[in-house]
């Protein structure tokens, strides 16, 4: 059997300090296991942070896609339908017998008569009225994935801080 002193040495640098050990030796074979194990420890971390990441942001996305589905129509048509004023006229008629017209304009957006040729749609108006309550609905929606997005940071902030400890 051979012992220490018959192998070359070599120096492991490890939390800042440097150690001499012969090249064959169980110091340096236990040495080299423990940084390898060290090592796989924090590929475990990654592995955990980055699949609790990826789970979180399916669920969110999951249920984001959902409520997006409910507001996309409306969505649609705003999206590929022009706003028009629409214009009514009537008559009214005064004690004084006096021909008066009463005329109401006013803007909406409705899918084009051309395009209920086809069949694919159903008619369809929006109101401002209508409207302003999608655009609530909008906001409401948008602030869902600026939360996520605060806490998918506070996550992984938290998972780096985590990974920091040896």
Not at 24 to 44: C, H, K, M, P, T
Request: aromatic share 6%.
């Amino acid at each position: 059997m051979s012992s220490d002193s018959d192998f070359p040495r070599v120096t492991i640098t490890s939390d800042g300090e440097a150690t001499t050990i012969p090249l064959g030796s169980q110091e340096l074979v236990d040495q080299f296991y423990r940084i390898a194990g060290y090592g796989i420890n924090q590929w475990a971390h990654i592995d955990r942070t980055v699949f609790e990441c990826f789970h979180l942001a399916i669920k969110e996305w999951t249920e984001l896609l959902g409520q997006m589905k409910i507001l996309m129509p409306i969505r649609n048509i705003l999206a590929h339908q022009p706003i028009v004023c629409v214009s009514t006229v009537q008559n009214i008629s005064h004690i004084d017998s006096e021909k008066k017209v009463e005329i109401r304009n006013w803007l909406e957006v409705s899918i084009d008569p051309k395009e209920l040729l086809r069949g694919r749609r159903k008619s369809r108006t929006i109101t401002v009225e209508e409207l302003q309550g999608h655009v609530h609905e909008v906001q409401m929606l948008h602030a869902k994935p600026l939360a996520f997005q605060s806490k998918f940071k506070a996550s992984v902030n938290t998972a780096v801080k985590h990974d920091d400890v040896p």
